[in-house]
């Protein structure tokens, strides 16, 4: 159902350089962008993300109650891509753990304080 997200950034090289990261770790890459956002995913594939400086010309915020959530492979690389968002300069919302049976999950904020979490149900 969901074609897409997108999160506002106040510096998208910064963000862009974050997000890379993390897309690298689930094996995708970008898909677009220009000197006002970046978008990752697999064409044809699940649900893309886009990074963008917001178009009003406001400044970016974050979207209280608002989460994305990013399916893992298995519960290794929900670790791993807690601990790179952290090394990027990340803040961890919420360590890597069993949240209820079969949800493995781990919660974390990018450069901007938008709330993202790594997950993968078995």
């Keep these: 159902m969901i074609g897409y997200v997108t999160l506002g950034t106040k510096n998208l090289v910064k963000g862009a350089a974050f997000y890379d990261a993390i897309a690298a770790e689930m094996g995708v890459s970008r898909m677009g962008g220009d000197d006002k956002f970046v978008t990752w995913g697999i064409p044809g594939g699940a649900a893309g993300i886009g990074l ?3 178009f009003d010309g406001q400044p970016a915020t974050v979207g209280n109650g608002v989460m994305v959530a990013l399916e893992a492979r298995d519960t ?10 952290l090394s ?8 890597p753990g069993q949240r209820w049976e079969g949800f493995y999950a781990a919660y974390f904020r990018d450069l901007d304080g938008n709330k993202l979490n790594a997950f993968v149900m078995s």
């Design 76 to 85: 290794a690389q929900v670790d791993r891509i807690h601990a790179l968002a």
């Design 52 to 54: 963008t400086v917001p």
């Design 88 to 95: 990027l300069g990340g803040t961890c919302e919420g360590p």
